[in-house]
């Protein structure tokens, strides 16, 4: 038995993902969380087999990259000897802090157990495409709005009772109402829509139901579970799925619950929902640009009441020399960490350390790069590893990121997003951007207002691309109106304009 067929070995690490650096392998610990010791022992093999280079995705799961067939075979084993169990089939999400918040609205695990056991028990897995997933979110501090899914099942409260939101095909934002039932019915419902959707083929997704099929699961009552229905619509032009205020919604969602924040909250127009750093999306939905999100950042100290406090660090970029993780956790297992959660938005949740430690290992985590503010200007830009990461980078996308950062802060407000890709592939954001330096045989172009794959406005020597975003920073700053935007300034400046300044900085 070689290690990838092993118990416990998931999709990602027995089928490691081609990427223009190598194979990559995604994981995600059953258990939710790790023990210290055995991030550091995949730190160690991240250091043995891969490039060296540990990240934490948009959707909190972990990535090593930079493997071959061999080396991943190899960290494969390794996974299974440090006994962590990673999670296969379809995957059913929570929120990082689930079964730990006080303000939690319900516990999702059990739903969450419920409705894995119920998929493996339909052999939904093996018809599902592997991007196909359901979150179950309890709400709380750090809620899954984010994180975009082909079935949404939110907690909320109603008078003494909780029911659960269904919504189908996106984020808390984008995805389409259905009902709001209680536990069971909202398994079964769970459960019919990813049967419609495994009928569909594997490269289906919610997003792909049809009115029809929507409106019978939308109507779901206690004694009737969802029909499965056939999808009869004749043309997709007929289904609205990207609309909110499609036809076959009964059931609005409530409002969402208005998030406690410690401190300003900042805008994060691109870290959260970014598409992840691996040439395809995590989760399969298409992102969503999210300008107006105002996600809480997984970024400081949560309160868990009886269960202590969390101490959320975040990644810049999402990745880090595996050697300063390994540093940092060491100093954090020193201070009393007993488990350590990954988060979306690109983060790790220290567990088990008393309040009093938290600023010991706060400014550790500053002092070796990592992000310990939400307001820390690198969550503001989106950055694929590029050179020397990944072979298929043209341009150091992260040196140019962390200049750009420390350099020209005051215009990465919550209006601009600015995106640094190594080549056209554009993994860090598939979407559009305000400003995207992309890398190609010319040098570091300019895109403006559009993917890394359009054509570039202009050009600057990749060495040089930092001082480009410099010029263009001096003139937002010169032309700016008062009250304006940097992203209506922008408009207002045109591509031509916003080239010229690239240029000649
Ligand atoms: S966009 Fe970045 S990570 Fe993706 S293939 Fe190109 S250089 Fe590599």
């Known amino acids: 038995m070689n290690a990838f067929s092993r118990r416990g070995a998931c999709p990602a690490l027995s089928k490691p993902m081609q990427t223009g650096d190598g194979l990559l392998v995604r994981l995600n610990p059953v258990a939710g969380g790790l023990a210290p010791k055995s991030l550091i022992g995949l730190g160690e093999s991240a250091l043995r087999h891969g490039n060296g280079i540990m990240e934490v995705t948009a959707r909190g799961s972990l990535q090593i990259r930079g493997l071959t067939p061999e080396s991943a075979r190899l960290l494969a084993g390794e996974v299974d000897a440090l006994g962590i169990a990673v999670r296969t ?22 739903l969450a157990e419920s409705v894995r056991a119920a998929v493996d028990q339909a052999g939904l897995a093996q018809r599902l495409g592997p991007k196909v997933s359901v979150v179950v979110d309890g709400g709380g501090q750090l809620a899954m709005d984010a994180v975009t899914a082909d079935v949404r099942l939110i907690a909320v409260r109603t008078g003494a009772d909780v029911l659960w939101a269904v919504s189908v095909a996106g984020d808390n934002q984008s995805a389409i109402p259905l009902t709001a039932v209680d536990e069971d019915a909202a398994r079964d419902i ?63 969602l409530p409002p969402v619950e208005p998030i406690e924040v410690r401190g300003p909250a900042p805008e994060l127009p691109i870290s959260p929902l970014v598409g992840e750093m691996s040439g395809r999306t995590e989760g399969g939905a298409k992102e969503r640009f999210p300008l107006t999100h105002s996600a809480r950042s997984p970024v400081g100290v949560f309160d868990l009441a009886t269960a202590g406090v969390a101490l959320g660090i975040g990644l810049p970029f999402g ?67 590029g050179t020397p990461a990944c072979a298929s980078g043209q341009i150091v996308t992260r040196d140019i990121a962390e200049t750009v950062a420390s350099e020209t802060a005051d215009i990465l407000d919550a209006s601009l997003t600015l995106h640094i890709s190594g080549c056209a592939k554009g993994c860090a954001h598939p979407g559009k951007a305000a400003l995207t330096l992309v890398g190609d045989e010319n040098g570091a172009g300019l895109v403006v207002d559009a993917t890394a794959k359009a054509l570039p406005a202009g050009y600057r020597p990749g060495y040089d691309a930092a001082r480009g975003v410099s010029g263009v920073a001096a003139a937002i700053r010169k032309e700016r109106l008062r009250g304006e935007t940097a992203a209506a300034c922008l408009a207002r400046l045109g591509a031509a304009g916003i080239a010229e300044a690239y240029r000649q900085e």
């Not at 500053?366 to 969550?379: E, I, K, M, Q, S």
């Open 319 to 385: 990745s880090m020399p595996a050697e300063k993780l390994i540093d940092l956790i060491r100093q954090a297992l020193a201070l009393g960490t007993t488990e350590i959660r990954l988060a979306p938005g690109r983060a790790l949740l220290f567990l088990g350390m008393p309040l009093s430690a938290c600023p010991w290992l706060q400014n550790s985590a500053t002092t070796l790069g990592f992000v310990t503010t939400p307001a820390d200007p690198r969550t503001r830009i989106a950055a694929c590893p």
């Open 89 to 110: 089939g379809v995957p059913i999400e929570t929120g990082p802090l689930a079964g730990l918040d006080p303000q939690e609205v319900a516990d999702p695990r059990p």
């Open 190 to 252: 769970a459960v019919a829509a990813l049967r419609m959707v495994a009928e569909k083929g594997r490269e289906a997704h919610a997003r792909d139901l049809s009115e029809r099929q929507l409106a019978s699961l939308a109507s779901w009552h206690s004694v009737t579970p969802p029909s499965v229905l056939p999808d009869i619509s004749p043309t997709r032009g007929e289904i609205a799925l990207s609309s909110p205020l499609s036809p076959i919604t009964t059931v609005a």
